[in-house]
């Protein structure tokens, strides 16, 4: 007896800025789902996105006159809060019943996704989620396996432009500087700033060339060939060279 397989369906919605329950403190943060303006109505029985660190989800729906009902309740997505083994896997959420209907002509009609840990370990976390796509009809295999081509699609992407946002590779290593730490290129450097360096360096400059000419001349006075010295410590220099490639290998 063969199955039937159902033809996916997907609905197309737009997903808001992520938010928080309230301004500070501890709070759940969540993301209307809703259509385009003026779209057709549609009903929407499945969700798909990337979690981020969300422990569970709860999923409430606002009709066209604003009125609230709970669709999903503290549904879990990580199989322990404080460990981060699935913490960004793609998830396909099955809404019961007849699943959501949604109206693109009214501007209230809305899915509330919320997402919460109770881990004191992603306090600086920014828990939610990503890419999310709503579907009508679809096998939950096949949303997830389009999910994920999306998703790897997007880091590609992202890679090849040097971020998400479309950042050069030069704004993505200023971020990941740690904060008040000022990357080191002349042209960033104030007039002043730069002719404080250059007097630093002339100074350094002048006190090794005085260094040096006691060290050869204390050599010179012992017997010691510099040429001999400086052929041993070129040796010991490609030693170690080699041995750091050795042990990077």
Known sequence: MSSRRVAPREVTVVASQLRRSQPSGPCVRFVDLALPRGAPPAVVQFLAFRNHYAYAVTVRARDAHGAWRDVLRDTRLMADPHYEDDATQIVVLELPGEGVSLDGQ?????????????????????????????????????????????????????????????????????????PGTAELESRDVAPTARAATTRSGDRFRSDALAAFDDVRRALRDAGVSRTKTLCHRAERAESDVETAVVSLR
């Open 106 to 178: 009214s501007a209230s009609s809305c899915v509330r996704v919320y997402f919460s840990n109770p881990s004191p370990r992603w306090a600086r976390v920014e828990v939610g989620a990503s890419h999310f796509t709503a579907y009508e009809s679809v096998e939950p295999e096949f949303a997830l396996a389009e999910l994920t081509r999306r998703v790897r699609r997007a880091i590609r992407e992202a890679r090849r432009y040097g971020g998400a946002g479309g950042e050069s590779p030069r704004d993505e290593k200023k971020k990941r500087l740690p």
